[in-house]
């Protein structure tokens, strides 16, 4: 027999819970019930909150377990309790959407209530929804790689490139092989201005450590290297929150370190079980992450200095492109995000041509990158 709804006090607001025994993570057996989940971001609601606060917060629920449907959700339900605040936001398309805007403890909880595993936050506050507080660097570990690799570049060659440039940078696991970096910044610039800061910075760690790490967008060229995403920078894109679990068998944590702890760190040390234990006996390693926020003016810098070397933009999401070269005429293809679902390319001439052979080539390039794009 199902155990009964009950109401569970968070920090003086009552908020619901069904189905305690519903298990979400079923190799934790009774340590990976909705109650232990509930649980677990109670007991971490404090740090958490910190990490999320006034940011619009999409959802990544699972009401049915990690093994069941995965519901990714970025509005909150016109019907929900009058104890929730939300935030609009805008989307690359121009749609808005208006999200979870995590005020309180009670705001984690009843997304717990409601099957969320993973937070996703934006890199912005309310009521500023157009300009990041946030940069986010995410050291990517491609196949061959593992977060050994992650943390070795992170602490070895990211961390003296932040150092130089005056900018304190906060680590954590991704909860999974990944290493993120946080850095407060001033919201004085745009998604553009910070992507690109972004970018420059993922170039410079690149240029220390060309056989480790890389920056290319299409992954059959990445090669066993780490891939920073620089596009995680870009609008609506979202990381995992600090303290958020993860869909993996053992319910990891994204768990934010000292850098002396990355050093030595094992992602799989950091679960819902056993991360309530280390935020109680430790002091938060991301404690003073608001106390400065950084200009990007250096980074900015650095792309000015990348585009004297020719080294402009690097793709973009929703549309990214592919060049080539046929008959002595460069050519690109860009996945329109309109069609995506049906693989369509629209192709162009990199420079003007208007013979009808050239235009023949066009074609055929398109229907060639389509077969194997």
């Known amino acids: 027999m199902a155990s009964p709804a009950t109401e569970v006090d968070v920090d003086g607001v009552a908020v619901r819970l069904t ?61 929900h309790p ?36 993973t937070f996703h936050p934006w890199q912005v506050r309310c009521p500023d929804t157009e300009h990041p507080d946030e940069l986010r660097i995410d050291l990517d570990p491609q196949p061959g790689t593992a977060f050994a690799n992650a943390s070795e570049i992170a602490v070895g060659v990211l961390k003296p490139v932040l150092d130089e440039l005056g900018i304190v940078g906060y680590p954590k696991t991704s909860g999974g092989r990944g290493v993120h970096v946080f850095i407060r910044i001033k919201p004085d610039w745009d998604f553009i201005a910070v992507r690109r800061a972004g970018i420059a910075l ?9 056989d480790a790490v890389t920056t290319s967008w299409w992954k059959e060229e990445r090669g ?85 070397r020719g080294l402009g933009d690097l793709p973009y999401p929703p549309e990214f492109s592919r060049k080539w070269v046929c008959a002595g005429v460069s050519w690109q293809a860009e996945a329109n995000s309109g069609l995506r679902s049906s693989g369509a390319l629209r192709c162009r001439a990199s420079r003007a041509v208007d013979s009808t052979h050239n ?15």
């Open 19 to 79: 189905s305690p025994d519903k298990v979400y993570y079923p190799k934790l057996g009774a340590d990976g019930t909705k109650r232990k989940v509930f649980d677990y971001y109670l007991a971490v609601a404090q740090p958490m909150l910190a990490a999320l606060r006034d940011r619009p917060t999409h959802l990544q629920r699972f009401p049915d377990g990690i093994d069941g449907e995965e519901i990714y959700q970025k509005r909150v339900p016109a019907k």
């Open 82 to 117: 009058d104890y929730l605040e939300t935030c609009r936001v805008t989307f690359p398309s121009g749609r808005t959407a208006d999200a979870l805007k995590v005020t309180h403890p009670s705001a984690i909880a009843w997304a717990a209530q409601m099957g969320t595993i």
């Open 202 to 210: 993922a170039r410079e760690v690149e240029r220390r450590a060309p």
């Open 224 to 308: 066993e290297r780490l891939f920073i995403d620089y596009n995680q920078n870009a609008r609506d894109r979202t990381f995992a929150s600090a303290y958020s679990a993860r869909r993996t068998e053992i319910a990891t944590v994204s768990t934010p370190l000292s850098w002396d702890e990355l050093a030595d760190a094992d992602p799989d040390d950091y679960t819902i079980t056993t991360v309530p234990d280390l935020v109680a006996k430790r002091d938060d390693p991301w404690a003073d992450i608001d106390t400065k926020a950084h200009s990007i003016e250096p980074l900015l810098e650095m792309v000015a200095a990348d585009e004297e």
């Open 359 to 373: 235009h023949r080539l066009r074609d055929l390039a398109c229907r060639v990158l389509g077969r194997i794009g």
